[in-house]
């Protein structure tokens, strides 16, 4: 994920930048940059690379001045490169800006503004926020003449951020008022360091603790100007409002963790974000053809299409599971394979086949054979990633990014909810097209999910409820894992969330096989997580639980407010109310916590366990 820091004091700014940068690491990036002023002149060098190099440059060719801002960059929208890399400057090189988010409308800006003469230097989203202040700016014709910068400065900034649609973190820093520094919030984290005589601007915490404690935290729709010895804070309208310092008292290696002991723990409570971020853009208005302007599918690809073949691995294969119950409740023909199984089996591939490729890193070794097997049959190949530039996004005919930032906890958590959000949109976008749904249906789960990341924040603040139960499952050996239908395959990645991050043993069921065979395991307290939250298939889920109990299981069941008068449990967990559908993005999230804590409880190594990569580059 992208990292932010800026710096106004009576120091080297380049001193403060540069640290701040290397703190800002951990949160991982492809390319990195700087931009300080001084006596009206800009000083801007960037790399694609770690900040070593950027160091190197900067020993080369020293950038001066006592304010600065500078960026880690993740890749989102254009390759990882030089000219992609934050900040970007306006036409003149006399603004700089850094960005933390994704800008929805920069299609429409970037037209409006090429066609008023800007000149684009990279490929970003970005970019256009510095064109768009600058324009603002000319707008103040009298105020400039007047040499007014302060002022036009932050109307300019005020008026620009207006025109935006989407998430963004922003600091920005014109050379003609070097004594300040502007930045806004909207869906993105910023905050602001309170130093002595020097202040910060930063993306988190730990850009700057070393050299303050004193922080004040930005909501979204605030604006704050920076200067050496005051910060003042806006909302969007312009007003000015009063904010409330905090003193922060964790370690730097707690603040890289927002304050969470472990980065998955983190990363589960980035999932409303994940989400979010992931249809931010993609579904509304509908009848826009969104798929094709973001990543090229047209209708009349969708309309060739026979069936849809998924391949994937762990927890990006259970998304794949899921996904079938979805593009089948389309009436769309899905197969689903563990990469590894689809290359080895005999298939039939040919030029009507959409295979989807679900990846986190892009880098999957198995995933990435499976896709060439399927280029050379001809089949067309859509790769659902979390990481730009990766080698998957490389070789599909097709990309859809999951903007969850990255993942650092080697088990996948939030990247499975950006998968399964990606999905929603393919198969909402594709229903559409083939015309298996009608526009009013397809409104249906659009409207619900775009509720889901609040559903989610709901459930995550009732962390301590799912807690208390882990801790009182903690010193069991076994966990057996069921449901039935869309959350089957749920309950396979609950039982692999247990297994690979506290190597317990887990097992994870279609609870209508239970009779077939694995019941025979059940015996008295054995404890048996049961998703049971579909309306379609409660009743029969209610009697695969009876037959559990009826051989001494104790049942802990997910329910939602209308499931529940049908399951009897030892213990209950009640989750918001949703289509069955959508049911996956909140139902993962008590078995992550679920696994999170008897890892703990057990002290195991939750962000490193033992024989596991994040990513798997061998076969
Ligand atoms: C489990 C986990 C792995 C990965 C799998 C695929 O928590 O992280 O099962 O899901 O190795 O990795 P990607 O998605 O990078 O292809």
């Not at 689903?336 to 890193?361: G, M, Y």
């Amino acid at each position: 994920m992208c990292g932010i820091i800026g710096y106004i004091g009576d120091k080297k700014a380049s001193d403060f930048l540069i640290e701040g940068l290397k703190r800002l690491e951990y949160r991982g990036y492809d390319s990195c940059g700087i931009a300080t002023a001084n006596e009206d002149k800009l000083s801007l060098r960037r790399v694609s690379g770690r900040v070593g190099l950027l160091e190197e440059a900067i020993e080369k060719k020293p950038v001066k001045g006592i304010v600065g801002i500078a960026h880690t960059r993740w890749a989102t929208h254009g390759i990882p490169s030089e000219d992609n890399a934050h900040p970007h400057t306006d036409c003149k090189g006399e603004i700089v800006l850094v960005h933390n988010g994704i800008i929805e409308n920069y299609t429409e800006l970037k037209e409006k503004l090429l066609a008023s003469g800007h000149k684009f230097k990279s490929e970003t989203d970005t970019e256009v926020v510095i064109h768009l202040i600058e324009d603002k700016i000319k707008s103040f014709k009298a105020e400039m003449k007047n040499g007014e910068y302060e002022t036009v400065f932050f109307k300019a900034f005020k008026k620009a951020i207006a025109d935006i649609e989407g998430s963004f973190a922003l600091a920005v820093l014109w050379s003609k008022c070097p004594d300040m520094l502007l930045s806004a919030r909207l869906h993105s984290p910023l905050v602001i360091g309170l130093g002595k005589k020097e202040n910060f601007v930063a993306s988190d915490v730990s850009a700057f603790l070393k050299f303050t404690k004193k922080v004040v935290f930005l909501e979204d729709g605030e604006i704050a100007l920076v200067r050496k010895n005051s910060v003042e804070y806006f909302n969007f309208a312009g007003k000015e409002i009063k904010k409330k310092s905090t003193d922060i008292k964790w370690d730097s290696s707690m603040a890289e963790k927002g304050g969470y002991k472990h980065f998955m723990l983190k990363e589960i409570h980035e999932q409303a974000e994940s989400v979010e971020n992931t249809i931010r853009g993609r579904l509304l208005p509908l009848e826009k053809d969104i798929l094709k302007k973001e990543i090229g599918l047209s209708f009349k690809d969708i309309k060739s299409l026979d069936h849809v073949q998924i391949v994937a691995c762990g927890t990006a294969y259970h998304a794949g599971l899921v996904a079938k119950y979805i593009f089948e409740n389309f009436e769309i023909p899905t197969y689903v394979d563990f990469a590894s199984e689809f290359s080895d089996r005999s298939k039939i591939i040919d030029k009507n086949t959409f295979l989807i490729a679900i990846s986190q890193s892009g880098e999957t070794a198995d995933t990435l054979c499976a896709v060439r097997e399927a280029k050379e049959s001809g089949a067309k190949v859509l790769a659902i990633t979390n990481t730009v530039g990766s080698s998957l996004t490389r070789e599909a005919d097709y990309v859809l990014y999951t903007h969850c930032g990255p993942e650092i906890g080697v088990a996948s958590t939030k990247a499975f909810l950006g998968q399964l959000s990606a999905i929603y949109v393919l198969a909402i976008h594709i229903a559409v097209i083939l015309k298996k749904i009608s526009l009013k249906e397809a409104g249906k789960y659009v409207k619900e999910l775009i509720k889901i990341p609040r559903f989610i924040e709901k459930l995550l603040s009732r962390e301590d409820e799912m807690k208390r139960i882990a801790d009182k499952y903690s010193t069991y050996e076994h966990f057996l894992f069921i449901s039935r239908y869309v959350n089957f395959p749920i309950a396979l990645e609950g039982a692999l969330k247990i297994k690979e991050i506290a190597y317990v043993h887990a097992e994870g069921y279609a609870a209508g096989e239970m009779k077939h065979g694995p019941i025979a395991i059940i015996e008295k307290n054995m404890p048996v997580i049961c998703i049971a939250t579909n309306s379609k298939v409660i009743k029969l889920l209610a009697g695969n639980i009876e037959e559990a109990m009826a051989r001494g299981a104790k049942i802990i069941a997910i329910v939602d407010e209308e499931s529940k008068k049908h399951i009897k449990a030892s213990e209950i967990i009640e989750v918001p109310k949703t289509l069955d559908m959508l049911s996956p993005l909140l139902n993962t999230i008590p078995l992550q916590i679920f696994a999170y804590y008897i890892a703990l409880n057990k002290k195991c190594d939750i962000d490193k366990p033992r024989n596991l990569a994040k990513s798997v580059t061998v076969r």
